[in-house]
């Protein structure tokens, strides 16, 4: 059985660099890491395309890429283009009809989604809502994410640095509580720092999921913080007893007195 699942995997493996060979190539560009995730959900859920990963050059700028038939990395690429202009966040895009062999070797534009596939990125956190908020200044995104866990039930999945001193803290959660954790850290964010971009997307599809970065733990449960105490036992100085048997007669001889 474990064979005929290699094999399987391995078939649907080559099956995918097949089908990434002589397709179109998409590339909408932002100025933030959650516009860029919020737009590459739109590009994903307007047209049949997938998403290969995301380049992240600094200054805050960030590059969704898809792959797919021309007709549908087109109509994914300015559905993104219009979602990132929504956000204020658009830069640039563009669209190849056919890449040659010589651009996917040198650029990492190939086979990444085959790479994403194998290292096997599935978590408990998966299928669940994603909440991202991000900040200009590591303070201001550290007290948002105090803020979004002590807030509602949910979980710091990573956070991601794009350079321009720009960092996005990644929840997951049910929507409700995602929402709610989201306003709260903004709050916190505008209070320590300056709040630079949010996103909240309710059902990632797949795709999205293996492109999100992952923590390589998170806590399951809370557990009390243990702290290291160096108690000295200081022993007791020990009291005689006076012998019950004598101070009984004495009392009575007290008495018949």
Wanted: with cysteine; proline share 4%.
């Amino acid at each position: 059985m474990n064979g005929q699942t290699n094999n399987h995997g391995s078939e649907s493996q080559s099956q995918r660099q097949e089908y990434f060979k002589d397709t179109a190539l998409g590339l909408v560009s932002t100025k933030s890491f959650p516009a860029i995730v919020g737009t590459a959900d739109m590009m994903l859920k307007s047209a049949g395309v997938i998403l290969v990963g995301y380049e992240k050059i600094g200054s805050g700028h960030c590059t969704a890429i898809v792959r797919g038939r021309i007709s549908d990395v087109r109509l994914a690429v300015e559905a993104g283009a219009q979602t990132a202009e929504q956000f204020g966040q658009f830069v640039s895009k563009l669209v190849i009809a056919r890449p040659l062999a010589n651009l996917e070797v040198v650029l990492p534009i190939g086979f990444r989604l085959t790479q994403l596939s194998e290292s096997g990125s599935y978590s408990r956190l998966s299928n669940q809502a994603v909440g991202l908020l991000e900040t200009r200044g590591f303070p201001a995104m550290v007290g948002a994410c105090d803020a979004m866990l002590k807030s509602a039930d949910v979980h710091l999945a990573a956070y991601e640095k794009i350079g321009a001193g720009l960092c996005t803290a990644i929840i997951r959660g049910a929507v409700a509580d995602v929402v709610v954790a989201v306003e709260a850290g903004m709050y916190e964010a505008e209070r320590i720092g300056e709040l630079n971009a949010v996103m909240v997307i309710p059902r990632p599809l797949e795709d999205l999921e293996q492109t999100l970065p992952l923590a390589s733990c998170w806590i399951e449960q809370r557990q009390p913080v243990m702290m290291p105490m160096s108690v000295k036992d200081k022993q007791q100085e020990l009291i005689q007893l006076p012998d019950l048997q004598k101070l009984t007669i004495s009392v009575e001889e007290e008495i018949n007195r």
